[in-house]
């Protein structure tokens, strides 16, 4: 289990140790390389392995045009590239940890403090979701990487963008809807772009009987409130930077100035809390592409007091939050059994298991 403290413990040294340039240099990069590693290079971790192994094998012999209609696009030839070079599930693997690692780092670069963003990724993002669901850990890697040049990035190459992540998984067409509603057209035009596009992303899903029984099957019946206790967990990992960043509202626009975008995106996370009586897995799900504002929060709020004794009390404080959200993930966790022992594929146990395929 180690290796998971490892991976919220370098960050957090160097969050207390350096100084921000520091933390954007050399010391980032180290922690890069660390979740990349134990990311990319990992074997037999997460719930979702078995199930992606078997894609892995069965993807090459299933026909193109069966493949495509049952899958997002992207995420089939990923599969079937990796088979061509030979690398099988290993590369889908290392793939899924590299893109999801490009989005989150270039989330932390744009925070106050990097590496108190690297911290409150740890508990759900870097372990439960990354380690676990590559299709969607390749699309939060794209979504935040949008999400940190917000300003940035055209409104075409944040739409291209976005339909890239979709064809990896599905639902992050949803951000479409934030891109209308946080656009420059009027209201009246904001509220009808997203009333059409989320009836584009709902004609999708229903035409496709696959995948409308696979989502429904996932997110909706399997998924339900009862079934999954942990949903309320993670939406919370979000909602509750979100209630702090509106209590402190106020000082963060003296300090930062007023982000459109940090405000819609916290409203989301609060008001995530109100379906999870609903549809908690799909809640939760969703809510995984508004997380970056979590992060954000987080790195950006020891900057809203000006003593530094407050501020290292406030770091402090969240980097012990986050470490007692991973202890309370990998000992009570529904899942936790399928993270723990940690191994890679350069373990001993790996190499047996990957000889005998």
């Not at 180290?30 to 894609?55: H, N, T």
């Not at 979701?129 to 940190?148: H, L, P, Y």
């Not at 951000?175 to 009333?195: C, E, N, P, T, V």
């Not at 969240?318 to 899942?335: E, P, T």
Request: proline share 3%; net charge positive; charged share 10%.
């Amino acid at each position: 289990m180690y290796p998971y403290f490892l991976m919220i413990g370098l960050p957090a040294l160097f969050s207390m140790l350096v100084s921000r340039k520091a933390q954007t240099g050399i010391a980032l990069a180290a922690v890069f390389l660390l979740f990349l590693f134990l990311i990319g290079f990992r074997y037999e971790i997460g719930p979702d392995w078995f199930s992606y192994l078997a894609q892995s094998e069965r993807y090459p012999y299933t026909d193109f045009v069966e493949l495509f209609e049952h899958g997002e696009v992207s995420w089939a030839m990923l599969v079937l590239a990796s088979n061509e070079l030979g690398l099988g599930l290993y590369g889908m693997v290392f793939a899924s940890a590299l893109v999801f690692c490009f989005g989150l780092f270039s989330i932390a670069r744009v925070c106050e403090e990097p590496m108190l963003a690297l911290v409150a990724a740890v508990p759900y993002l870097a372990i439960a979701v990354a380690m676990s669901g590559m299709r969607q850990a390749i699309a939060i890697g794209i979504i935040f990487f949008i999400i940190s040049r917000w300003y940035r990035l055209s409104i075409p190459a944040k739409i291209g963008l976005i339909l890239l992540a979709s064809s990896f998984h599905f639902s992050a067409l949803l951000m479409m809807g934030l891109l209308a509603f946080d656009s420059r057209l009027s209201m009246s035009r904001k509220i009808g772009a997203g009333f059409l596009i989320f009836a584009l992303v709902g004609w999708q899903v229903l035409g496709q009987d696959y995948r409308m029984n696979r989502y429904t099957s996932t997110y909706l019946v399997d998924g339900s409130a009862g079934d999954t206790p942990g949903a309320i967990f993670h939406v919370l990992l979000t909602a509750v930077p979100a209630i702090a960043y509106f209590v402190y509202r106020k000082r963060w626009v003296q300090v930062y100035g007023r982000i459109s975008i940090i405000d819609l995106l916290a409203a989301i996370g609060i008001l995530a809390l109100a379906g999870l009586p609903f549809a908690a897995t799909a809640t939760d799900r969703m809510t995984l592409y508004f997380s970056a504002v979590a992060l954000i929060i987080q790195a950006n709020f020891p900057g809203l007091w000006e003593r530094r004794g407050a501020k290292n009390f406030v770091r402090v404080s969240i980097i012990m939050l986050n470490f007692l959200a991973v202890a309370v993930f990998l000992l009570a966790g529904n899942h936790a059994a399928a993270f723990t022992p940690y191994q890679t594929i350069f373990s001993e146990s790996a190499q047996l298991g990957i000889s005998r395929r």
